[in-house]
C-alpha cells in the first residue's frame, strides 16, 4: 500500500516514522508539505519524497492521510478531490465531520475520521477512529494499521463520540502534565531538589500507568490498595475531594468535549 501524507506536521512525522520502524519502505510513502524547511527535514530524516505540492502520483497512493491544521482541511480536501477514485482518506483534523470532509472531497464518501494524540511522537499514543457505514472492514483494517504504527486504537460507532474521544485522550496529555506540574511544584516545596522532584513525578506517572494497564483490577481498586486508613494517602485523597479535584476534572473533560462540537460546527459549516 502506498500512503501519500497531505501535510507534515509532528503527526504526520510521527505516523511515518512509526511505519518506517515497523518494516514500510520509504518508496511506500510521500509526504506534501509547503513549508521548504519542513519539507527538506521529512526527506533528510525519513528518506521519502517529500513535495510542495500535491501531484498526480502522490494523489493516486492507495491512502490519503489529511494531516493538515483544521483551518486549512477545507483547501487541501478541494485540491484532493478531482484526483479520487478509489482512495482511503484519512483525516486526523480534529473536529472536521465526515459529512463536511466527504462534501469538500465532492461528495467522496470512503473516508476515515481519526482523533490521535501527542504520545504518538514516542509511539504510545491512542487514536479514536470512526468511519461511515458505508466504509468497508478492508478500509477500516488499513486505516487502523496505519494509526497503530504510532501506539494504540479504539473504534467509535457514533461520530459524536469522537467529541469525547477528543476531550478524554486527544486532550488528556494536557491533564496529565498538568498534574505532573503540579506534582513537581509541591515537591519542590517541600524541600526537594527540582531534578529529584521531575524525576519522582515522572516515574510514579509511569509505573502507575503501566501497574494499570498490567492489572485486570479496577483503578478504583488500586487507589484503594494504596491508601491505608488512617495513612498519609489518605489524608492526601481527603483533600482532593474537599477540594472538589475530581469533580473539577469531569467539569474541565466536559467542556473540551463541548468544545470539540462547537469546533464542527464553526469549522465544517454549510457553505461552500
Not at 25 to 42: F, H, K, M, T
Not at 150 to 161: C, K, L, N, P
Not at 206 to 216: D, E, N, Q, V
Amino acid at each position: 500500500m502506498h500512503i501519500t501524507f497531505i501535510g507534515g506536521g509532528n503527526m504526520a512525522s510521527a505516523m511515518i516514522g512509526g511505519l518506517l520502524a515497523q518494516g514500510w519502505g520509504a518508496a511506500d510513502l510521500c509526504v506534501v508539505e509547503i513549508a521548504a524547511p519542513a519539507r527538506e527535514r521529512l526527506g533528510r530524516e525519513f528518506g521519502v519524497r517529500a513535495l510542495p505540492a500535491l501531484d498526480t502520483a502522490a494523489a493516486a497512493a492507495d491512502c490519503i492521510v489529511l494531516a493538515v491544521k483544521p483551518q486549512q482541511l477545507r483547501e487541501a480536501a478541494r485540491a484532493l478531490a478531482p484526483g479520487l477514485v478509489a482512495q482511503l482518506v484519512v483525516s486526523i483534523a480534529a473536529g472536521i465531520r465526515s459529512t463536511d470532509l466527504s462534501r469538500w472531497l465532492g461528495g467522496y464518501r470512503r473516508v476515515v475520521r481519526v482523533m490521535p494524540n501527542t504520545p504518538a511522537l514516542v509511539r504510545a499514543g491512542i487514536s479514536g477512529l470512526y468511519a461511515p457505514p458505508e466504509v468497508g472492514a478492508g478500509d477500516r483494517a488499513r486505516a487502523e494499521g496505519v494509526l497503530a504504527a504510532v501506539g494504540a486504537t479504539v473504534w467509535v460507532e457514533r461520530e459524536r463520540d469522537l467529541d469525547a474521544v477528543t476531550a478524554v485522550s486527544g486532550s488528556g496529555p494536557a491533564y496529565v502534565f498538568y498534574f505532573i506540574e503540579a506534582l513537581e511544584q509541591a515537591a519542590r516545596e517541600l524541600g526537594l531538589p527540582a531534578d529529584t522532584a521531575r524525576r519522582l513525578a515522572l516515574e510514579t506517572f509511569r509505573g502507575a500507568a503501566r501497574l494499570a494497564l498490567a492489572s485486570p483490577d479496577p483503578v478504583a481498586t488500586l487507589r484503594e490498595r494504596v491508601t491505608s486508613k488512617g495513612g498519609t494517602t489518605e489524608r492526601a485523597l481527603k483533600t482532593m475531594d474537599s477540594d472538589g479535584v475530581g469533580a473539577a476534572i469531569a467539569r474541565a473533560v466536559r467542556a473540551a468535549a463541548e468544545r470539540s462540537r462547537e469546533l464542527g460546527d464553526e469549522l465544517g459549516g454549510t457553505s461552500d
